[in-house]
Nanobody, 122 residues
Framework: QEQLVESGGGLVQAGGSLRLSCAASGRTFSRYDMGWFRQAPGKEREFVAGISWSGGRTYYADSVKGRFTISRDNAKKTVYLQMNSLKPEDTAVYYC???????????????WGQGTQVTVSS
């Protein structure tokens, strides 16, 4: 069983950067594909980025492609989301999730973190 804890959120001006981290505490982290999702008030949770268990494959939503980078360090049991050129529309609670495959649907993931707030001011 995995427990996931996100960190690194905060308030940033448009054009700025943040790096989110998601630390896992279980023994099987390296077996899971990982995803980052976000949810803005009044909106559904949406896929942001995903990475395979080895780190060899990455996936991005069109809205963040070229601005966000997902990576992982299996030795540290941590997945990262580097977010550059942030826009006000990136404002949301960001969640990391672990599952058997990278998928755009939240239902495909087995474990979730509690979320970290990212607020981008204009």
């Amino acid at each position: 069983q995995e427990q996931l804890v996100e960190s690194g959120g905060g308030l940033v001006q448009a054009g700025g950067s943040l790096r989110l981290s998601c630390a896992a505490s279980g023994r099987t982290f390296s077996r899971y594909d990982m995803g980052w999702f976000r949810q803005a008030p009044g909106k559904e949770r949406e896929f942001v980025a995903g990475i395979s268990w080895s780190g060899g494959r990455t996936y991005y939503a069109d809205s963040v492609k070229g601005r966000f980078t997902i990576s992982r360090d299996n030795a540290k049991k941590t997945v990262y989301l580097q977010m550059n050129s942030l826009k006000p529309e990136d404002t949301a609670v960001y969640y990391c999730a672990a599952g058997p495959v990278v998928a755009g649907s939240p239902e495909q993931y087995d474990y979730w973190g509690q979320g970290t707030q990212v607020t981008v001011s204009s």
